[in-house]
Every structure is written in structure tokens, then in C-alpha cells.
T-cell receptor, first 109, second 116 residues
């Protein structure tokens, strides 16, 4: 199946710092989605991207669909304690979504 | 608009039993996909249903099955439970089949299944 490499695996940052994470795939994707998951809950959609080069923001979150269509980036600016959680990317190369392994974010007040 | 709902939220079963999980998609959404999430394997695709038909299937044994009703609600069944089936089972709803140009999936809260 498709391989989605998500990095970093975990991050420990100070409140107020910016965060950056990314996903890369072995093949071309048509859609990239970014989710946040809190413990014991389902993933919540943050940002959806549908075109190569597309840059989309949702508050302090900004995500980009890579030009090569094989990668995507998520940035969080001025992190706050409630940003804590696991962030997943999901990509659609055809008719099935594939998910990254997640980035665990810890924000230290 | 109500989100995706899943019942039950928690379930404890013993090996060899079977279990049925339920998912109600967002109103108007016709596609329901099921995923298994474990710490070791992450999110793994089980299957997708659209218009009461299974349209896509992941790499899981036949013990895992599902169905979709005319109101788009979906059920997933796991027979002859094994210890390794312990996981968070998530369903996600979409307006249409995965692969549409502006497809987006919205997840429910999940059902936590523990097999003893």
C-alpha cells in the first residue's frame, strides 16, 4: 500500500513558539487533509487541500499542498496549550485515503 | 448540522465473540468509511460503503464485514474476536465516494473495543 511518512514523530515546544510538520508520499496525491486528534476522540478536520501549490489557513494554522503533489506541510504559529494533541495528515492518491503515523505535539506553558 | 455519531463508545468483549458497531453519517453524506486505529499500526482502512454497496476494501480478514442501509447509516461487524482486534474503530463520512475532486472525510468519536 501507499507509504505516508510524517515527521517529526513528536515535538516538545514552549508556548508561543511556531510549529512545523510535514508528510511525504511515494506517489502523487490528489488531496491532502490535516487532522488533530485528542485522546479517546476521533480526528477533527483542520484543513483540506485540493490543488498543488495551494496554501490554506485556518486561524493560526497554515497548510500547503506541495508543488510535486507528493508532500504537504502544516504550520502552527504562536502555539498555545490547547494545541496539544496528535496531528495526522491524510492523502488521497486515488479512491482511498492513507494516513500518516501522526505527530504528537506537547506545548509547555 | 449534527456530526458523525458512533455507538457504542466503549465495548468489552471476550475472544471468540462477535460485535456490531454502528455509525450514523452527517446528514446528506452518502459515503461511510471504517478505520481501525491502534498504537502500533496507526489508522488502517477497513472498507467504504456508498449507496448501500461496498465500494472499496482494505487488507483485513473476512471476519470484518459491514453494511450500509438506505438512510446511509452503516454497521460494522467483527466475528470470532481475537485479542489483536482491540482498537479504536472510527467511521468517517463523506458527501460522495473517495476520489471526488473535493473529497473530505469527517470522523466520528470512535468506538473503543477491548477484547479480553
Amino acid at each position: 500500500g501507499q507509504q505516508l511518512n510524517q515527521s517529526p514523530q513528536s515535538m516538545f515546544i514552549q508556548e508561543g513558539e511556531d510549529v512545523s510538520m510535514n508528510c511525504t508520499s511515494s506517489s502523487i496525491f490528489n488531496t491532502w487533509l490535516w487532522y488533530k486528534q485528542d485522546p479517546g476522540e476521533g480526528p477533527v478536520l483542520l484543513i483540506a487541500l485540493y490543488k498543488a501549490g495551494e496554501l490554506t489557513s485556518n486561524g493560526r494554522l497554515t497548510a500547503q499542498f506541495g508543488i510535486t503533489r507528493k508532500d504537504s506541510f502544516l504550520n502552527i504559529s504562536a502555539s498555545i496549550p490547547s494545541d496539544v494533541g496528535i496531528y495526522f495528515c491524510a492523502g488521497l492518491p486515488g479512491n482511498q485515503f492513507y494516513f500518516g503515523t501522526g505527530t504528537s505535539l506537547t506545548v509547555i506553558p | 448540522k449534527a456530526g458523525v455519531t458512533q455507538t457504542p463508545r466503549y465495548l468489552i468483549k471476550t475472544r471468540g465473540q462477535q460485535v456490531t458497531l454502528s455509525c450514523s453519517p452527517i446528514s446528506g453524506h452518502r459515503s461511510v468509511s471504517w478505520y481501525q486505529q491502534t498504537p502500533g499500526q496507526g489508522l488502517q482502512f477497513l472498507f467504504e460503503y456508498f449507496s448501500e454497496t461496498q465500494r472499496n476494501k482494505g487488507n483485513f480478514p473476512g471476519r470484518f464485514s459491514g453494511r450500509q442501509f438506505s438512510n446511509s447509516r452503516s454497521e460494522m461487524n467483527v466475528s470470532t474476536l481475537e485479542l489483536g482486534d482491540s482498537a479504536l474503530y472510527l467511521c468517517a463520512s463523506s458527501l460522495t465516494l473517495a476520489g471526488a475532486s473535493t473529497d473530505t472525510q469527517y470522523f466520528g468519536p470512535g468506538t473503543r473495543l477491548t477484547v479480553l
